[in-house]
């Protein structure tokens, strides 16, 4: 079974920009991944902020964008504000999306 | 507005069954794919299965393969995750979630399933 990816923590500082990766371990990450991203602050439930790599929801801030880039999904944070900190987590399709994989998830501190 | 409601979760012995159920309302439920993802205590997410709008196709992660059913009632508007043999590593918070076109869009608040003896 394929392994996800992703820098176990990040530090940022306030109105700085960051960028998050997500890896695949059976080669690089494409749009047939569908790679989604989402934010999940302490004792909530996850919220999806990106997904088909890209696309936004309606109650995505400006401020994150995501891309492929390298072989890998990238989640940037351009302007990170306090509230941002939170774990972010990645997710690919397998298997004609047979198959969803999270990837470990990335502590993101803005300090 | 999307609501995903979870229940069922508790404590079970090894071994045992446990049923989830998932109250859906704020959109057309028969019109979206259906998934329940779970996050261990401390530990990051993993999907566990999905289901199609008519519940013609479903697909499990290996771990819970044979063990696990996913179903739908959408008469009901209600999700369902049927839980046998259960073991130490099934301990998590179960969570619910929607989305069009197989999306993962909108989140339950998530039910905690405790296995222990």
């Known amino acids: 079974q394929a392994v996800v990816t992703q820098e176990p923590s990040l530090t940022v500082s306030p109105g700085g920009t960051v960028t998050l990766t997500c890896g695949s371990s059976t080669g690089a990450v494409t749009s047939s991944h569908y790679p989604y991203w989402f934010q999940q602050k302490p004792g909530q439930a996850p919220t999806t902020l990106i997904y088909d790599a890209s696309i936004k929801h309606s109650w995505t801030p400006a401020r994150f964008s995501g891309s492929l880039l390298g072989g890998k999904a990238a989640l940037t944070l351009s302007g990170a504000q306090t509230e941002d900190e939170a774990e972010y987590y990645c997710l690919l399709s397998y298997n004609s999306a047979r198959l969803r994989i999270f990837g470990g998830g990335t502590k993101l501190t803005v300090l | 507005e999307v609501q995903l409601v979870e229940s069922g979760g508790g404590l079970v012995q090894p071994g045992g069954s446990l049923r989830l159920s998932c109250a859906a309302s704020?959109?057309?439920?028969?019109?979206?794919?259906m998934t329940w993802v779970r996050q261990a205590p401390g530990k990051g997410l993993e999907w566990v299965a999905n289901?199609?709008?008519?519940?013609?196709?479903?697909y499990y992660v290996d771990s819970v393969e044979g063990r696990f059913t996913i179903s739908r009632d959408n008469a009901k508007n209600s999700l369902y995750l049927h839980m046998n043999s259960l073991r130490a590593e099934d301990t998590a918070v179960y969570y619910c979630?929607?989305?069009?076109?197989?999306?993962?869009?909108?989140w339950g608040q998530g039910t905690l399933v405790t296995v222990s003896s």
């Open positions: 979630v929607c989305g069009r076109f197989g999306r993962l869009d909108f």
């Open positions: 704020g959109f057309t439920f028969s019109n979206y794919w």
């Open positions: 289901i199609k709008q008519d519940g013609s196709e479903k």
